[in-house]
């Protein structure tokens, strides 16, 4: 990679491990000392949804149907409320995604700097098209709307780590780096 792409200071949220596990339990251990503590931040169930989902993708991946029912049931919502808000967000997978979720972003600042040559690029690398999974499970590429880093494009973010100053030279260094 140039010198010019380094990862950003601070994690991004929502945060996405590389070694999510789509049957990991909801939620024990420190994971359910972290829901107790978000419930205990909001008036009621309903309004720990946004963090509680949140969670749920960190440690699965995506929000599967399954996923979808165990956290209404554990909100005491419906369903179809729970599915209806998270579909609202980009930010939620609602179907399987890579080991590697790759989100570049094509906001105006990143699209007048170069961000469709990335996503080609990453594209051909993985083998892949937008939001398609590769075959071997590890890598899926999407296109977001700004990042917030728009003084340093184009941005790309793979799972919780954020790429600042991404060139279509730095693609092939960064896909050496996740594999
Ligand atoms: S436009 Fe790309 S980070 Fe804002």
Redo the contacts with the bound molecule.
């Keep these: 990679m140039s010198e010019s792409i380094h990862p950003a200071v601070c994690s991004a949220q929502p945060s996405q491990r590389a070694d999510k596990n789509p049957d990991a339990p909801l939620f024990e251990g420190a994971y359910k000392e972290r829901f107790d503590h978000i419930l205990s931040r909001y008036p009621n169930k309903r309004a720990a949804l946004l963090p509680v989902l949140n969670m749920a993708q960190e440690l699965r991946g995506w929000l599967s149907p399954a996923t979808i029912t165990r956290v209404a049931e554990l909100l005491e919502l419906t369903p179809d409320y729970v599915r209806s808000v998270a579909s609202f967000y980009t930010m939620f997978q609602l179907r399987p995604v890579g080991r590697h979720l790759i989100q570049v972003?094509i906001?105006?600042?990143?699209d007048l700097c170069g961000a469709e040559e990335v996503v080609e690029d990453l594209l051909e690398a993985t083998g892949t098209r937008i939001g398609e999974t590769s075959r071997d499970g590890k890598y899926t590429v999407v296109e977001v709307e700004?990042?917030?880093?728009?003084g340093f494009?184009t941005?790309v973010q793979v799972n919780d780590k954020v790429y600042e100053n991404v060139k279509p030279e730095d693609v092939e260094g960064l896909m050496k780096e996740l594999d």
Excluded: E, S, T
Aim: hydrophobic share 35%; with cysteine; net charge neutral.
């Design positions: 972003c906001g105006i600042g990143c700004c990042l917030g880093a728009c494009p941005v």
